[in-house]
C-alpha cells in the first residue's frame, strides 16, 4: 500500500519554483540580485540527510567504496603517488540529462523556469562536471589535524552556484542575461582542522567558502535523492563565506557556530557580517534527528548594489529512520528581509512595484525514501512554497511541487536517474502557465 501510494501519490498537482531576483537565476525576473544558492549536509545518495555523525559520514563513504573494490578511476590513477602519499585525494562527476516537458513552441522550448536546476526543457544539458581536490580530516583520531577542500564545476548550473564577487560577471554576459554555459571557479575553498580536545566528541573549524548548513539538498547531485531541486532550496542560500565550528557535544548532540558573510556572497562590497549556526539532537542509532539551523544578519535588500545577500533564515529539519530502508524527512524554511525594491507579478497576474518592503517566503518539503537494494532507491517529495511578495521567483503565491524519483546505481561510477515531477503555481508563472510536467531522463559519471 504504502508503495501505491509512492508511485501515485505524486502524479497529482504540484510546482516548482526556481530563485527569483536575478538575471542569472531567472530570466522573466525584475528584481536584479545575485542567485540564491543552496547547500546541505554531506550525505551520500542512498542515506537519509542528517542521519549520520557529521563528521563520520563522509569517510564512511570513501571506506565503503574501497572495501566493495569500487575505487574511482582518479584515485586509481594517483594510487602509490606522491600525490597519495601525502594524504591528498581527488574525485569529480559529470552530470547530463535531458528534460522532457510539456512546454512546447520556439519562445519556451528551452525554459522550464522558474523549476531549476536542469531548467532546459527538451534539450540536452550538461549540467556539471565537477573537480575536487581535498586533505581528508581523519575524526577517529585524537590528534590535531588541518586539511583543505577545494571545488570547482562547469556547465549550466553555474548561473546558480556562482557566488557575488566571484566569476558573478558571467550571469550578464549575454546582453544582461548569462550564457548556457559557465564555469564556477570555486563552488567551495576552503581550510579545515580537526581539535579533538572540544567537546566530547571533538571539533572541525571550517575557514573559508563552504556549503551551508541550511536545507537538506545540495549543489553536488550525488548526495540529491532527485533530480530537480526544491522551489525552497533554490530560494535560500547554497553556500557561506567565512569561519565555521562544528563541535559534537556528545553521542546526541552536535553544535554549529559561525560568522559569514551573508548568503552566496565571496568578499567584497556585498559582504556583510551574518551569524551561521545551529543544534542537532539525534536518538541512539539515529532512528530519529531534528536539527535547527539559522541565518542571521542585517536582513537587508542592497539597494545600490542592487543584490540581495543578507537575509534571515530559520530552519526545522526532522529525519525519522523507520528501519535500514526507509526514511521520512520533513525540512521547514522561513525566510524574510527588508527593503526590497522592483517589480513582480501578483498571484492575480496583474504586476506590482516594490518599494522599500518587507517581504518573505517558506516552505514545507517532504521526503519518503525506499533504498530498494544497494543499486536502487525510490524518493517521494510533496513541496509547498509561499513566496508571498515574489521577491525569489518573480510570481508572488503559492507554489506545490510534487516528484516521484528513482535511482539506479549501473555501477559505483556510474549511476542513471529519473523522476516524473509536476508543478502548480498559483500565478502563471511558468511561461504563463499555471502548470508544468517533467521528466528528465539525467545520469552521472564519477571518477
Not at 123 to 132: D, G, H, V, Y
Amino acid at each position: 500500500m504504502i508503495t501505491s501510494w509512492l508511485m501515485s501519490g505524486l502524479m497529482v498537482v504540484g510546482q516548482a519554483a526556481q530563485p527569483v531576483g536575478s538575471p542569472a537565476r531567472l530570466a522573466p525576473l525584475t528584481i536584479p540580485e545575485v542567485p540564491p544558492l543552496g547547500t546541505i549536509y554531506s550525505v551520500r545518495q542512498d542515506v537519509p540527510p542528517n542521519t549520520t555523525s557529521p563528521f563520520k559520514e563522509k569517510m564512511e563513504g570513501e571506506e565503503m567504496a574501497e572495501e566493495k573494490g569500487d575505487k574511482l578511476l582518479l584515485m586509481k590513477v594517483l594510487e602509490g603517488s606522491a600525490f597519495q602519499e601525502r594524504g591528498l585525494s581527488a574525485r569529480g562527476y559529470t552530470q547530463a540529462n535531458y528534460t522532457i516537458s510539456n512546454m512546447t513552441g520556439q519562445t519556451v522550448r528551452k525554459n522550464n523556469l522558474p523549476q531549476a536546476m536542469n531548467y532546459m526543457g527538451n534539450q540536452f544539458m550538461m549540467e556539471q562536471s565537477a573537480l575536487t581536490v581535498e586533505k581528508l580530516l581523519d575524526y577517529e583520531k585524537k590528534e590535531f589535524q588541518w586539511g583543505f577542500n577545494l571545488t570547482a564545476l562547469a556547465g549550466t548550473d553555474y548561473r546558480f552556484t556562482t557566488s557575488n564577487n566571484l566569476a558573478a560577471g558571467q550571469n550578464t554576459a549575454n546582453g544582461g542575461f548569462p550564457n548556457t554555459y559557465g564555469i564556477d571557479p570555486m563552488t567551495q575553498g576552503y581550510l579545515n582542522a580537526w581539535l579533538p580536545g572540544i567537546g566530547e566528541g571533538g571539533t572541525e573549524i571550517k575557514l573559508g567558502k563552504f556549503w551551508t548548513t541550511i536545507f537538506n539538498e545540495s549543489i553536488d547531485p550525488t548526495l540529491n535523492r532527485t533530480v530537480s531541486r526544491a522551489v525552497t532550496f533554490m530560494s535560500n542560500p547554497f553556500t557561506n563565506t567565512g569561519v565555521l565550528a562544528t563541535t559534537k557535544l556528545n553521542d546526541r548532540w552536535t553544535m554549529n557556530n559561525g560568522a559569514v558573510m551573508g548568503a552566496d556572497v565571496f568578499f567584497g562590497p556585498a559582504a556583510q557580517f551574518n551569524y551561521l549556526g545551529g543544534l542537532k539532537y539525534e536518538t541512539e542509532g539515529a532512528k530519529d534527528s531534528i536539527a535547527f539551523n539559522t541565518m542571521i544578519g542585517p536582513s537587508a535588500y542592497n539597494q545600490n548594489l542592487k543584490v540581495l545577500t543578507s537575509y534571515d533564515v530559520f530552519e526545522i529539519l526532522y529525519s525519522h529512520n523507520f528501519n535500514d530502508d526507509w526514511n521520512y524527512t520533513l525540512d521547514v524554511m522561513y525566510s524574510f528581509a527588508n527593503n526590497f525594491q522592483g517589480t513582480v507579478t501578483n498571484r492575480d497576474g496583474s504586476t506590482y512595484v516594490l518599494n522599500d518592503e518587507w517581504a518573505n517566503w517558506y516552505g514545507f518539503v517532504n521526503y519518503l525514501t525506499y533504498n530498494i537494494n544497494d543499486k536502487f532507491s525510490t524518493t517521494s517529495r510533496v513541496e509547498f512554497f509561499d513566496d508571498c511578495k515574489g521577491v525569489r521567483t518573480g510570481y508572488a503565491g503559492l507554489y506545490s511541487t510534487f516528484t516521484q524519483a528513482l535511482t539506479y546505481k549501473i555501477k559505483e561510477g556510474f549511476w542513471f536517474r529519473t523522476e516524473l515531477r509536476y508543478d502548480y503555481a498559483q500565478a502563471r508563472a511558468y511561461q504563463g502557465q499555471h502548470g508544468l510536467f517533467t521528466l528528465p531522463l539525467d545520469f552521472i559519471i564519477r571518477y
